[in-house]
Each structure stands twice: as C-alpha cells, then as structure tokens.
C-alpha cells in the first residue's frame, strides 16, 4: 500500500498532466493558418549545410587519421 504523501504527490501529477493535455487541445482547436512559403534559396541553403557537414567529418578524420588508427588496431589487435 502507498503511503499518503505518495499518494497526494500522483494525484498532483494526474492533475499537472491532464493541465497539460487540455493546453495542448485547446491551442490546437483556436490555432490559425500560417500562410508562408518556403523561399526558393532554402533548397541550396539545406545542401550547402550537408556538405558542410559531411566535409567537416572527413576534415576531422583526417586530422586525426593516425590515433584513430592506432585505436582500431589496440581494439581489434592481437593480445599476447
């Protein structure tokens, strides 16, 4: 059996949540239209991040080629 301050703590959480979940439906029933548009520079803006990023991993991989070497021959090395 719970003792009463476990309990009174899971009714104020019961409580909290369902707060919560009434927020929620209620900005979800008034919400209004956005009428926006993606600009047409948003495309080459996305593909200019992933290249960035994929260029950055191999920059850092290069950078750190030797360690990461010697890292993956200790794991997988042969053990005396």
């Known amino acids: 059996m719970q003792s009463e301050g476990a309990q009174r703590q899971m009714k104020n959480s019961c409580s909290l949540s369902g ?3 009434l927020a929620l439906l209620v900005l979800l ?5 956005a009428y926006g548009y993606i600009d047409p520079g948003t495309g080459s803006f996305v593909i200019q991040v992933l290249l960035g990023t994929a260029l950055g991993c191999l920059l850092a991989v290069k950078m750190f ?3 990461l070497k010697g890292f993956v021959k200790r794991l997988f090395g042969r053990k005396p």
């Open 65 to 67: 080629w030797r360690q």
């Open 29 to 33: 029933i008034f919400a209004r239209p």
């Open 19 to 21: 707060l919560v979940t």
